[in-house]
């Protein structure tokens, strides 16, 4: 799991959302639709995601 990487991708907006959810992508460094970033494949991370499943995409990359 270290060695894999994650790009997240907000797809969808987080207006109207739960106050959970808007800091989740908050914290994973998203604002705008269509905006990526990349993380590492952690627990914590994962964790992000998995609160803002139905807002984002996820791609796992081999680093």
């Given amino acids: 799991m ?3 990487k994650l ?3 907000q ?3 987080a207006i109207g959302g739960q106050r959970n959810q808007r800091e989740s992508l908050k914290a994973l ?3 705008k639709i269509r905006q990526s970033q990349e ?3 952690t627990q914590q991370v994962r964790g992000l995601i ?3 499943r139905h807002l984002v995409t996820v ?3 081999k680093s």
């Fill in 2 to 4: 270290a060695d894999k």
């Fill in 7 to 9: 790009i997240v991708t």
């Fill in 11 to 13: 797809v969808k907006s």
């Fill in 29 to 31: 460094g998203l604002r």
């Fill in 39 to 41: 993380w590492p494949d």
């Fill in 50 to 52: 998995n609160t803002v």
């Fill in 59 to 61: 791609e796992e990359v």
